[in-house]
């Protein structure tokens, strides 16, 4: 069983920057698995924003490219997403989740992950 404890998550105005991170904690087959950052704001659906890959293959949806950056430790088993030049619309629940390795790529679609974490709330002003 996978659990995913994410943490980063806070208050900033529009430019500024933070780094989320998401802690895997439990059983799992290294280099098998697929992870991503997905986020939800207030009346809207849930959207992927990055994933990654133990092949090291990344994926962003367009709204964050340029500006997010999505990693991985694996010595740590942590996963990290850097958001920089950050505006008001970044604002929401962000969740980190992991599934298993997908032949054709991390997907950006919360269908292709099973496990989740609880979150960490974003709020840039």
């Known amino acids: 069983h996978v659990q995913l404890v994410e943490s980063g998550g806070g208050s900033v105005q529009a430019g500024g920057s933070l780094r989320l991170s998401c802690t895997v904690n439990g059983s799992y087959k290294r280099g098998s698995m697929c992870m991503g950052w997905f986020r939800q704001a207030p009346g809207k659906e849930r959207e992927g924003v990055a994933a990654?890959?133990?092949?090291?293959?990344?994926m962003y949806a367009d709204s964050v490219k340029r500006r997010f950056t999505i990693s991985k430790d694996n010595a740590k088993k942590t996963l990290y997403l850097q958001m920089n030049s950050l505006k008001p619309e970044d604002t929401a629940m962000y969740y980190c989740?992991?599934?298993?390795?997908?032949?054709?790529?991390?997907?950006?679609?919360?269908?292709?992950?099973?496990?989740w974490g609880q979150g960490t709330q974003v709020t840039v002003s």
């Open positions: 990654i890959d133990s092949a090291g293959r990344t």
């Open positions: 989740a992991a599934d298993t390795f997908k032949w054709f790529g991390p997907p950006l679609d919360e269908r292709g992950y099973q496990y």
